[in-house]
């Protein structure tokens, strides 16, 4: 198999403060790690890539300094939504590849925040 | 920037219908998946196509990559209920490359 997941399901946190949310892959090795945000009814957004042990690449418009992005081992990334405000309530939802040429992305189960 | 059109955006017809959802785009791709999701989940692999051409069958789906590796389409026959969900095209432009989605297709069949 090729079992993602993610901790928590989903999360309510204050307007202010950081919230982390784990993605593990449990049966491979992920080189590379995406997380995405999802809104209702639509697709989704890439905000980053990122490779084991470097730094991540995040895409355009995505600030790097609020969303934090840790990938320390082959099996866990972590995403920190930093001084979260209301509108960054979404769905985020983070994939893995077994190498870095696989096209193959297995998705975790999401973590739905909300900020109030 | 790849764009990826996927058509149509929603969809609700009655059980035992069949259907077809497109996926057009002016890049070439190495490889192109189909993912189905569900509310509150992540998106489930379906199936990745990687040859101009090809066609792969998964029971009452089939999945079609155009000869020039640019559109895919998903054909499902005599829908199900069960069938219901938001289907999503993926493809990578070279391999190992990000993915691109389509905006999705919001598939409700009625019973």
């Known amino acids: 198999g090729a079992v993602v997941s993610q901790h928590p399901s989903w999360v309510i946190c204050k307007s202010g403060t950081s919230v982390k949310i784990e993605c593990r892959s449990l049966d491979f090795q992920a080189t590379t790690m995406f997380w995405y945000r999802q809104f209702p009814k639509q697709s989704l957004m890439l905000m980053a890539t990122?490779?084991?042990?470097?730094?991540?690449?995040?895409e355009q418009g995505v600030e790097k300094d609020k969303f934090l992005i840790n990938h320390a081992s082959l099996t866990l990334s972590t995403l920190t939504v930093t001084s979260a405000h209301p509108e960054d309530s979404s769905f985020y939802i983070c994939?893995?590849?077994?190498?870095?040429?696989?096209?193959?992305?297995?998705f975790g189960p999401g973590t739905r925040l909300t900020v109030l | 920037t790849q764009l990826l059109e996927q058509s149509p955006q929603f969809l609700s017809i009655q059980e035992g219908e069949n259907l077809t959802v497109y996926c057009n785009s002016s890049?070439?791709?190495?490889?192109l998946q189909w993912y189905r999701q569900e509310p509150g989940e992540g998106p489930v692999l379906l199936v990745t196509v990687v040859t101009g051409g090809e066609v792969k069958k998964l029971k009452r789906l089939t999945f079609q990559f155009g000869d020039a590796r640019k559109d895919s389409s998903l054909h499902i026959t005599a829908a199900q209920p069960g069938d219901t969900g938001l289907y999503l095209c993926a493809g990578a432009e070279t391999s190992g490359s990000r993915l691109t989605f389509g905006e999705g297709t919001q598939l409700t069949v009625n019973p």
């Open positions: 994939s893995a590849s077994r190498t870095s040429g696989s096209d193959t992305q297995y």
């Open positions: 890049s070439v791709f190495s490889s």
């Open positions: 990122s490779n084991e042990g470097s730094k991540a690449t995040y």
